[in-house]
Every structure is written in structure tokens, then in C-alpha cells.
């Protein structure tokens, strides 16, 4: 996790970074710390002094903030101001506002662009105000964190006896979109390629991404979004390719939103075949990973093929996964989050293998609202806040392969990520939030008839969350 400090420092939004080391420097801002303004519900006592005062609520946020454009020259002036341009359209959506070096987020909107024109400055120098309007006014840690914890079913019974095969470790791949099944969403062509998504041919699923090497460049690839990685961490980096042999090296390009921190060699794949290639890297100190990037150095006219982008933290290479592997899931939305590998201790428990319980730290002051990810087989499952008290049940069952997504800030409950089921929730049942600090969650429900285990799982997903 990056240390706070009281320096802004770096501030992404889309693909421009804002701050030290950028031609963007941040002269002011306003909004991030401040409370927003508070939506009382307090009303007058009649015939008395005073009022009868009720909860207090925030609006929304409002951030206000001024940049100094800094070009080498009055042409690449131009061009940061165009890329500015660009960058802060109107949005039928929020987009994540990252405060890289404070590790914070807002989800906002541009409201407001001024970008105001000085004949007297406008040789190398310029200015830009920015207001950007966030709807849900908390401020998010960087990091999604995740637990997960498999359902606790007294009916279901023990197998004994007890065989002890040896932990597996549990998983985690950073990469948002790692094998482009469904489309090229947090992805970016990196340098000089033109690139699609084939199904014609993959190492994983169905598809994969196919590059051409564009005229008058050395190498090009994709650049994959991934979940960001603070200084200090290392992480292994590997990806499938199969090239046509016309190229030279493969490497890999570990960066922070535009600025490429390090690159490393992965060596030249064997033409013709899928091949799996891998490097190793350390996020320097001051610095923070939001991106890898895979590219080959190849002729004009080139055409290769990559797949299953894998980014795990340590110095371990292991298996691929992403969210449709066995044993996997994604942390929130298929194909744009990251995926988790569940794993098995070795234990035959059959469903009462463990407690049902899960811990999950909240490091913000305000409430965090998690999402809820409920993967079959199970029948009537319970979600209980320990800490707070209160139980969340379903009057519903979920078959082997299905899962449901609750969202406790909307309060939708998905089938399969798409289908409203609402109407499973039990009249009087509690949301469960997850308080500022440690949050005991348990997890129950029934076995299905006729299953000779208990293997549902509950996932929780969730950021530090304050005001």
C-alpha cells in the first residue's frame, strides 16, 4: 500500500497523468479533503426552542482542479492541450479520478473545462482549470481488497477419514482483462501496432489479441490495465505468444498510466507455437504499476499473437487463471476486474470443512459497502455481519455453476452478473457494511439434495472507504 502523504503528488485520470514528472503540474485543488455539503434531515420543534434533529447525510462532490500546461515547444503546447481536450469529454458515466501517490479514488464526472488562451504566455506555457463532479461523494482506496470463505452446512456431514495433501496457495492475477474474451476493454495499443481480436485462434477460451507491426517502427503490443502494484512489490509478469518467426525479442514494458517505469527482456519465442514468456519486476520506490505491456520487436508487416496475461505478486510463476478457470472467480465484473484461484487444502471435509467466516479490514472512517459474490451449489444461503449483527437471506437456490452478485450500496441482486432477482431477498433482512477497521462475516446455507458436498463459495470485494 503507498504511505499518505500530504503532498498531492501524481493524479490520473483516463490514460493522462497529472503531476511531478508529467507536463501537467498540479497549481491547485480543491474539494478532495473538504466535506461536501451535508443533507440534514432536522426539523423545527413546534412551539419550542430548537430542533428535532435526524441523521446527516453529505450531497455530492465537487473538485476543483487547476493544472500549468508545460510544453518544450508552442507546437507540443498545442498538442498537451488537444491530448487535455480529449481527455475531459462529457461522459455518460463516472471514471475513476486515482490520487496515485495518496491512494485514493473518487468516481467523477467533468462538469466544467476552462482552458483560457494568453498570446502573452502561450509560447510554452499554459493553464487549465478543471471541475469534475462526483455523484457518490467517498473517497476509495486504490486497492479492491477481497476475502472469501466457503459456506458453513451443518447438514451436509464430515467424511472421515481426515487426508492432509499440503496447502495450494490462493491466487491472485491483477490483470483486469487477461485473455480478451469478450472484448479489448482495459487494453491499448502499445507503440507501433494495429491489433483486433480473433477467435480463430487462442491459448485460453476462444479469442485472442492478433498484432500487425505498423510501417517505420521497431515493435509494438498491448498494454494491459491491471490492479495497481505500489513500490516495493514484485511481481511476475507472463503472457502467451505465437509470432511468425520475422521478429527478434519479446519484452515486457511495466508502467505507470502514460509513463513507461522499466522495461525487461522476455527473450525470442519459438516461431509458429504458443509459448509462454515471463520476466520479473520490482515497483521502484516513489512509483506505482497500473499497466504491463507485452510487445515483440519485429519487420513491418509482422503479425503475432498474444493471450493470457498473467501479473502475480511474488517471484513464483504459476499456472495461468483468470475468473472462467476451474476453482476461479472474478473479483467483481467478469473480464474487467481481476481473478482469484480459490484453491483446496488437500482436506476431504465434505461441506463442513470450514467455518463459514471470513475477516474483512475496512482501513477508511467511513462504511464501505461490499459486493457479494455467491457461487453454487447452495440453498437458502445467509450472509450474517457478526460484528454489527444482522443477517442478509435469500429465499433462493443456486445450482452447481451459477453464481449471484449482490451489490449492497444499489441493493441489486444479479443472477449470473445479469439477471434481477431482487425478490430472493427475505423480508427484515440487513444489508451488511462493513464498518471502519476488522468486519466478522459468516457465511451459511443449506446442502442441495442429493450433493455429496458443500462447496459454495462467498467472495467479498470491497475498498477502504471514507468522507
Same mark, same amino acid.
Given at each position: 500500500?503507498?504511505m499518505?502523504?500530504q503532498?498531492?503528488?501524481?493524479?490520473?485520470?483516463?490514460?493522462?497523468?497529472?503531476g511531478?514528472g508529467?507536463?501537467?503540474?498540479?497549481?491547485?485543488?480543491?474539494?478532495?479533503?473538504?466535506?461536501?455539503?451535508?443533507?440534514?434531515?432536522?426539523?423545527?420543534?413546534?412551539q419550542q426552542?430548537g430542533d428535532?434533529t435526524?441523521?446527516d447525510?453529505?450531497?455530492?462532490?465537487?473538485?476543483? /482542479?487547476? !493544472?500549468?500546461?508545460?510544453g518544450?515547444?508552442?507546437?507540443h503546447?498545442?498538442k498537451?492541450?488537444l491530448?487535455?481536450q480529449?481527455a475531459?469529454?462529457?461522459g455518460?458515466?463516472?471514471?475513476?479520478l486515482?490520487?496515485?501517490?495518496?491512494?485514493?479514488?473518487?468516481?467523477?464526472?467533468? &462538469? &466544467?473545462?476552462?482552458?483560457?488562451?494568453d498570446?502573452?504566455?502561450?509560447?510554452?506555457?499554459?493553464d487549465a482549470? /478543471?471541475?469534475?463532479?462526483?455523484?457518490?461523494?467517498?473517497?476509495?482506496?486504490l486497492e479492491?481488497?477481497?476475502?472469501?470463505?466457503?459456506?458453513?452446512?451443518?447438514s451436509?456431514? &464430515?467424511?472421515?477419514?481426515?487426508?492432509y495433501?499440503g496447502?495450494?496457495p490462493?491466487?491472485?492475477n491483477?490483470?483486469?482483462?487477461p485473455?480478451?474474451?469478450?472484448? /479489448?476493454?482495459?487494453?491499448?495499443?502499445?507503440s507501433? @501496432?494495429t491489433r483486433?481480436?480473433i477467435?480463430?485462434? @487462442?491459448?485460453?477460451?476462444?479469442?485472442?489479441?492478433r498484432?500487425?507491426?505498423? @510501417?517505420?517502427?521497431t515493435f509494438?503490443?498491448?498494454?494491459?490495465s491491471?490492479?495497481?502494484?505500489?513500490?516495493?512489490?514484485?511481481?511476475t509478469?507472463? $503472457?502467451w505468444?505465437?509470432t511468425?518467426?520475422?521478429?527478434?525479442?519479446?519484452?515486457?514494458a511495466?508502467?505507470?498510466?502514460?509513463?513507461?517505469?522499466?522495461?525487461?527482456?522476455a527473450?525470442t519465442p519459438?516461431?509458429?507455437?504458443?509459448?509462454?514468456?515471463?520476466?520479473?519486476?520490482?515497483?521502484?520506490?516513489g512509483?506505482?504499476?497500473t499497466?504491463?505491456?507485452?510487445?515483440?520487436?519485429?519487420?513491418t508487416?509482422?503479425?503475432?499473437l498474444?493471450?493470457?496475461?498473467?501479473?502475480e505478486?511474488?517471484?513464483v510463476?504459476?499456472?495461468?487463471?483468470?475468473?472462467?478457470?476451474?476453482?476461479c472467480?472474478?473479483?467483481? $465484473?467478469?473480464h474487467?476486474s481481476p481473478?482469484?484461484?480459490?484453491?483446496?487444502?488437500?482436506?476431504s471435509?465434505g461441506?463442513?470443512g470450514?467455518s463459514g467466516?471470513?475477516?474483512?479490514l475496512?482501513?477508511?472512517?467511513?462504511?464501505?459497502?461490499p459486493?457479494l459474490r455467491l457461487?453454487g451449489?447452495i440453498?437458502?444461503p445467509?450472509i450474517?455481519?457478526?460484528?454489527?449483527?444482522g443477517?442478509l437471506?435469500?429465499?433462493?437456490?443456486?445450482?452447481?455453476?451459477?453464481?449471484l452478485?449482490?451489490?449492497?450500496?444499489?441493493?441489486?441482486?444479479?443472477?449470473m452478473?445479469t439477471?434481477? &432477482?431482487?425478490?430472493?431477498?427475505?423480508?427484515?433482512?440487513?444489508?451488511p457494511? !462493513?464498518k471502519?477497521g476488522?468486519?466478522?462475516i459468516?457465511?451459511?446455507?443449506g446442502?442441495?439434495?442429493?450433493?455429496?458436498?458443500?462447496?459454495?463459495?462467498l467472495?467479498?470485494?470491497?475498498?477502504d472507504?471514507? /468522507?
Amino acid at each position: 500500500m503507498t504511505m499518505p502523504q500530504q503532498a498531492i503528488g501524481r493524479i490520473q485520470w483516463g490514460d493522462l497523468v497529472f503531476g511531478p514528472g508529467t507536463p501537467y503540474t498540479v497549481t491547485a485543488l480543491d474539494g478532495l479533503d473538504d466535506l461536501p455539503e451535508i443533507r440534514s434531515e432536522d426539523m423545527e420543534r413546534p412551539q419550542q426552542h430548537g430542533d428535532y434533529t435526524g441523521p446527516d447525510f453529505t450531497g455530492p462532490r465537487t473538485i476543483n /482542479l487547476k !493544472l500549468g500546461i508545460r510544453g518544450e515547444t508552442p507546437d507540443h503546447l498545442r498538442k498537451l492541450t488537444l491530448a487535455l481536450q480529449a481527455a475531459t469529454q462529457p461522459g455518460v458515466r463516472p471514471a475513476q479520478l486515482q490520487f496515485l501517490d495518496q491512494n485514493r479514488l473518487v468516481w467523477a464526472k467533468v &462538469r &466544467r473545462r476552462a482552458i483560457p488562451y494568453d498570446a502573452e504566455y502561450l509560447w510554452r506555457i499554459g493553464d487549465a482549470t /478543471l471541475q469534475l463532479y462526483c455523484a457518490d461523494p467517498y473517497l476509495y482506496g486504490l486497492e479492491e481488497k477481497a476475502a472469501w470463505t466457503a459456506a458453513y452446512s451443518p447438514s451436509a456431514g &464430515r467424511t472421515y477419514p481426515l487426508v492432509y495433501g499440503g496447502p495450494v496457495p490462493l491466487l491472485r492475477n491483477r490483470v483486469l482483462n487477461p485473455s480478451a474474451e469478450v472484448d /479489448l476493454s482495459n487494453t491499448q495499443v502499445y507503440s507501433g @501496432a494495429t491489433r483486433d481480436r480473433i477467435t480463430s485462434d @487462442a491459448r485460453y477460451g476462444t479469442a485472442s489479441i492478433r498484432h500487425v507491426q505498423q @510501417a517505420g517502427t521497431t515493435f509494438g503490443g498491448t498494454r494491459y490495465s491491471i490492479a495497481p502494484a505500489a513500490a516495493g512489490t514484485t511481481v511476475t509478469a507472463s $503472457v502467451w505468444v505465437k509470432t511468425d518467426g520475422a521478429g527478434t525479442t519479446a519484452f515486457f514494458a511495466f508502467r505507470s498510466a502514460s509513463a513507461t517505469l522499466d522495461v525487461a527482456s522476455a527473450g525470442t519465442p519459438t516461431p509458429g507455437q504458443w509459448e509462454r514468456v515471463s520476466v520479473q519486476y520490482t515497483v521502484p520506490a516513489g512509483q506505482t504499476c497500473t499497466e504491463v505491456a507485452i510487445a515483440y520487436n519485429a519487420p513491418t508487416g509482422a503479425t503475432w499473437l498474444a493471450d493470457a496475461m498473467m501479473v502475480e505478486t511474488g517471484t513464483v510463476l504459476h499456472d495461468y487463471i483468470d475468473g472462467d478457470q476451474p476453482l476461479c472467480t472474478w473479483e467483481t $465484473v467478469p473480464h474487467a476486474s481481476p481473478s482469484r484461484l480459490h484453491g483446496t487444502t488437500g482436506r476431504s471435509y465434505g461441506a463442513q470443512g470450514t467455518s463459514g467466516r471470513v475477516t474483512a479490514l475496512n482501513e477508511g472512517a467511513a462504511d464501505a459497502y461490499p459486493v457479494l459474490r455467491l457461487d453454487g451449489p447452495i440453498a437458502t444461503p445467509a450472509i450474517e455481519q457478526v460484528t454489527t449483527g444482522g443477517i442478509l437471506a435469500l429465499d433462493a437456490t443456486v445450482q452447481a455453476n451459477e453464481y449471484l452478485i449482490i451489490d449492497t450500496r444499489s441493493r441489486a441482486v444479479l443472477l449470473m452478473g445479469t439477471s434481477p &432477482r431482487r425478490t430472493w431477498v427475505r423480508a427484515g433482512s440487513t444489508w451488511p457494511v !462493513l464498518k471502519p477497521g476488522t468486519n466478522e462475516i459468516a457465511y451459511r446455507g443449506g446442502a442441495l439434495p442429493g450433493a455429496t458436498d458443500q462447496s459454495s463459495l462467498l467472495t467479498i470485494t470491497w475498498r477502504d472507504t471514507s /468522507l
